[in-house]
């Protein structure tokens, strides 16, 4: 098909306002991150700092427990993925390859989760981890995340599971290999990228995640770098503008790069799930 | 979160699927993801649900009593808690409509075969990858009345000396739109995305070739394809933007004098500031309710008129 110039041109103007509209805000946060202090209380502010400056970084570590709090993240990020994806995956191969009233059921609450507000689900999970003593721990918060990252994790997992071959699992027991043999030597592998592409993007999830975290993370050195943030806000919105850019950058990071890693597979698994349902 | 649900409810037929029995094996696989979700989900909605017709509250040390429809009949009167309501519906309608405009636009953009189209991909889901926290906190710095780059921008052009966004009454409701629209454009752009990359391309060729204009063909061709995924994300977008905490939390805890303050920073003040665990499960109840009587009126209204067409 061809396109007329104007239209092209047209369209690539098109494009580039939205990437303006996307990524202006990123950029700002960056430009004010690296501006020293007075350069922020001037009142004609530039995008490139005039006097690029570290300061704030250092300063952001001084302010808040922010190599606590990055842990802590670490910590409740990869125990909710890996958890989640351990015992997702099993069931995402019941629902993708069995038709049982039970995977049915599961399709259901995995719908359903993502109509209630989490404010009816947190009150009950704060009483019961109250009650178990879970609270203002980092155990308690990957109990609750691992079960809020399901609902997602089996719906890629079925996925990725029906797009492996019943016939070859056929073909293997044919050959005599046993379920068990089967599921290991054969599905598994296949199953591999998926179930990586699954995992990073709970650990994106959970270490963006801030609602839960409020709530239940009471005191600073338990709390996650999202909750940590929040504490250069300050009462009444006056906040430290440098140190406050420099911490929200860094937190951001590893979604990033975690993100740059798996956006692949995550618009072709939608695809994929898009088409084989 | 779960974007790809979308595109599951979108695609309706289903391949038939062979139907072989669960043996006592499967169920050794199922029960490691029943027994979280039982207790830590199903579980938890129900007691949620039950709670509302308690008086329960927080560090109180009597027992919690049943207390019927109390809290309900409450929440009729409570004015406080229907205006929160109304500016609930006006920040999900206005996120979620904007929201699928823009997306599609971009979509469809991205849909050609424009130079660096890679690279406008990877940038145009930037924001998906951010935590919602530091979203807020960069559209603080971008509407900062004296450092922030919207009233530079504002000055520079001539146009007055700008003006605090994010505490003004009349703006802090249109500013927090405009971030709630920013930060869900790259779920729904991918979801509408991946709609399109399903569409016939030779419908579309065929139709170029009997003259059908640009507009012709995106009615006629694309918008049917696109319909299903395009309905399912608008109905999942209402949802989560109606269930939103964390950015409005960060941008204006809920001030100047309310105007943004959503139904859930509501009920999550009167959970865990004032300790009313059964009034705000109460109120999440009645959200629950509306939303899904709103959603089944669009859903059902809808699909007639995809029947009739």
Request: aromatic residues 10%; positive net charge; hydrophobic residues 55%.
């Amino acid at each position: 098909m061809k396109t007329g110039k104007g239209v092209r041109a047209g369209q690539y103007f098109a494009l580039l306002a939205y990437l303006v509209f996307l990524a202006f805000p990123f950029l700002w946060l960056i430009s004010t991150a690296f501006k020293p202090a007075r350069e922020l209380g001037s009142l004609h502010p530039t995008w490139i700092p005039k006097d690029p400056t570290l300061a704030n970084f250092r300063q952001a570590f001084d302010e808040q427990p922010l190599l606590d709090a990055a842990l802590n993240s670490l910590v409740a990020a990869v125990g909710a993925a890996l958890i989640a994806v351990l015992i997702a995956t099993p069931m995402a191969y019941i629902m993708a390859r069995h038709r049982t009233r039970l995977a049915k059921a599961a399709t259901g609450w995995v719908v359903v989760s993502q109509a209630f507000p989490f404010v009816l689900l947190i009150i009950p999970l704060f009483l019961v981890l109250k009650s178990l003593r879970l609270i203002n721990s980092v155990p308690g918060l990957i109990m609750v995340y691992v079960v809020w990252a399901l609902p997602f994790a089996l719906w890629m997992l079925v996925g990725y599971v029906r797009a492996v071959p019943a016939e070859l699992e056929e073909a293997a027991a044919v050959d005599g290999a046993g379920k068990a043999r089967t599921l290991v030597s054969i599905t598994a592998p296949l199953l591999a990228p998926g179930i990586v592409a699954t995992a990073l993007f709970a650990f994106i999830s959970a270490w963006n995640e801030f609602f839960f975290a409020l709530i239940l993370l009471k005191t600073p050195e338990k709390q996650t770098l999202p909750v940590v943030l929040t504490h250069f806000l300050g009462a009444e919105g006056v906040a430290d503008l440098g140190p406050l850019a420099a911490a929200a950058f860094l937190a951001t990071l590893p979604s990033l790069v975690v993100f740059a890693i798996i956006q692949k597979r995550i618009t072709g698994g939608m695809l994929a799930g898009a088409v084989k349902s | 979160m779960t974007l790809a649900s979308a595109t599951k409810r979108a695609a309706k037929p289903r391949p038939p699927q062979k139907g072989r029995p669960v043996d006592h094996g499967a169920w050794f696989l199922v029960l490691p993801a029943l027994i979280p979700i039982l207790i830590l989900s199903v579980g938890p909605l129900l007691y949620g649900i039950a709670l509302a017709f308690t008086d329960s509250q927080s560090g109180r040390t009597e027992p919690t009593q049943w207390i019927g429809m109390l809290n309900f009949q409450d929440l009729v009167h409570d004015t406080l808690f229907w205006h929160s309501f109304r500016i609930g519906l006006l920040w999900a309608v206005g996120v979620t409509v904007p929201q699928f405009l823009l997306a599609l636009g971009l979509a469809l953009l991205l849909n050609q075969d424009l130079r660096l189209r890679w690279l406008a991909r990877a940038l145009a889901i930037i924001p998906w990858a951010m935590p919602e926290v530091v979203v807020g906190i960069m559209w603080r710095l971008v509407y900062n009345a004296d450092a922030g780059i919207l009233n530079e921008t504002i000055r520079d052009l001539g146009l007055g000396q700008g003006r605090d966004w994010l505490s003004g009454l009349a703006t802090a409701l249109p500013a927090v739109i405009v971030v709630g629209v920013w930060a869900g454009m790259p779920q729904t752009t991918v979801a509408l995305l991946a709609g399109l990359q399903n569409t016939p391309r030779e419908l579309h060729e065929a139709a170029a070739m009997d003259g059908a204009g640009a507009w012709r063909r995106f009615r006629t061709v694309t918008w049917p394809a696109l319909r299903p995924v395009a309905l399912a994300i608008t109905a999942l977008n209402f949802i989560w933007n109606f269930n939103s905490f964390a950015l409005v939390y960060v941008l204006t805890s809920g001030g100047p004098g309310g105007r943004t303050r959503l139904p859930m920073l509501f009920a999550y003040e009167e959970a865990f500031r004032y300790g009313q665990f059964g009034y705000a499960a109460a109120m999440g109840c009645v959200l629950v309710a509306v939303i899904s009587v709103i959603l089944a009126v669009f859903l059902v209204g809808r699909l007639k008129g995809g029947a009739d067409a």
